[in-house]
Each structure stands twice: as structure tokens, then as C-alpha cells.
């Protein structure tokens, strides 16, 4: 149900107001405390905000990896059902 929840992320609580389903809320905050803990354990930084900027980096980065996998996969498909369409047709 959309509204309000409270998420904990490294430590810290934050209330999330949204028009997102809470456990969806919850296990996006959950997503962004794993990898924010992942990278306070391989650096050497302890400042929370360089932690979240290089968890951020990393989301952004798995973000448009997958983006370009599904657009290749869109463009695979279009070609796919053209060939198709012309088996079809001849």
C-alpha cells in the first residue's frame, strides 16, 4: 500500500514517502544497505557519504549494463520477427 515507511540503511533510518508498496520500498533500501556495506569493506573510507556515492556508482553502473542488455535483446527480437515476417510472407 502507498504511503509512508521507515527503512533503515547503514545505520541509519530514513521514512520513505511514496506512491511504492512498502515491502517494494523495503527491499529497494535493503538493496542500497547491502551494497553501501559491500563498499565500506573493501575501502578505506569511513565518510557515509563517499560510501553512498561509490554504492551509488556501482547501482548506476549495474543500471545501464542492464539497460544496454535489454536493448540489445529488443533490437535481437526485432530482427528476429522480421525474419520471421518474411518467412511468412515468401
Do not use: C, H, W
Amino acid at each position: 500500500m502507498p504511503g509512508r515507511v521507515d527503512v533503515e540503511i547503514f545505520g541509519k533510518v530514513y521514512t520513505v514517502r511514496g506512491e511504492k508498496d512498502a515491502e517494494y520500498v523495503r527491499r529497494v533500501a535493503e538493496y542500497v544497505d547491502r551494497k553501501m556495506r559491500e563498499i565500506s569493506q573493501v575501502t578505506d573510507t569511513v565518510s557515509t557519504s563517499r560510501i553512498a556515492i561509490l554504492a551509488a556508482l556501482n547501482i548506476a553502473d549495474e543500471f545501464f549494463a542492464l539497460r544496454e542488455e535489454t536493448d540489445e535483446l529488443e533490437s535481437r527480437i526485432k530482427n528476429l520477427s522480421r525474419k520471421i515476417d518474411k518467412a511468412l510472407e515468401g
